[in-house]
Every structure is written in structure tokens, then in C-alpha cells.
């Protein structure tokens, strides 16, 4: 069982920056390829980043690419996602997930574990 439990979000105005941060429980936070979803009000949940098991493979959705960021600190057990260039469509409760053993993992099924959710909202 892992329990992950995100921070950092708030409000910032457009083109601002945030650092969400997700921290896991258990011993074996290496074997799980960790991801970033969003859900905007009226939305389905949508793939952002993840990050392989060694933090060596990264991949992001297409809108957020060359602004966001996500790697991962295996020695404690966290994963971060630097949002930067933020636009107001980027509003959204953020969601950390992690994946056993996945391998470019970009789909909600893939994952084992969700966090409760962070809130971003980017003003205009």
C-alpha cells in the first residue's frame, strides 16, 4: 500500500511559477514510475507528466511541454512538478499517481495509487 500526499498549489496570476511536491509512503517508492494528472471543473482527468522509476525517462502532454517540469528525489520518497509560464488554463486540482514498475505511463489505468489533489488556480 502507498499513500501519497501532494502540496504546493495555490494562486498565482498568469505567467507565474508553482512547485507541487508529492510524498509517498512505504520502502519502495524506486519501483513506481510516478506521474501528474489534472482535472478542471467540468473535465475529465488528464495525463501531464511522468517520470520513469530511475527519474532517467520524463514525458509530458503537449501543453505543457517546455514549461513544466517533473522529476523525483528516490532518497525521500518524493515527486515534484515545476510549473512555470503558467496560463489561466492551467487551473485545475493537480493529482500525483504512482505506477508499479510502469513504463511510460500517460494513462489514468495505468496507475495504482492517487493522491487527494492539490488545487492550482493561475489568474489572468
Known amino acids: 500500500q502507498v499513500q501519497l500526499v501532494e502540496s504546493g498549489g495555490g494562486l498565482v496570476q498568469a505567467g507565474g511559477s508553482l512547485r507541487l511536491s508529492c510524498v509517498a509512503s512505504g520502502r519502495t517508492f524506486s519501483s513506481y514510475a510516478m506521474g501528474w494528472f489534472r482535472q478542471a471543473p467540468g473535465k475529465e482527468r488528464e495525463f501531464v507528466a511522468t517520470i520513469s522509476m530511475s527519474g532517467s525517462n520524463t514525458y509530458y502532454a503537449d501543453s505543457v511541454k517546455g514549461r513544466f517540469a517533473i522529476s523525483r528525489d528516490n532518497a525521500k520518497n518524493t515527486v515534484y512538478l515545476q510549473m512555470n509560464s503558467l496560463k489561466p488554463e492551467d487551473t485545475a486540482v493537480y493529482y500525483c499517481?504512482?505506477?508499479?514498475?510502469?513504463?511510460?505511463?500517460?494513462?489514468?489505468?495505468?496507475?495504482?495509487?492517487w493522491g487527494q489533489g492539490t488545487q492550482v488556480t493561475v489568474s489572468s
Open positions: 499517481a504512482a505506477a508499479w514498475r510502469g513504463v511510460q505511463a500517460r494513462r489514468s489505468r495505468e496507475y495504482n495509487y
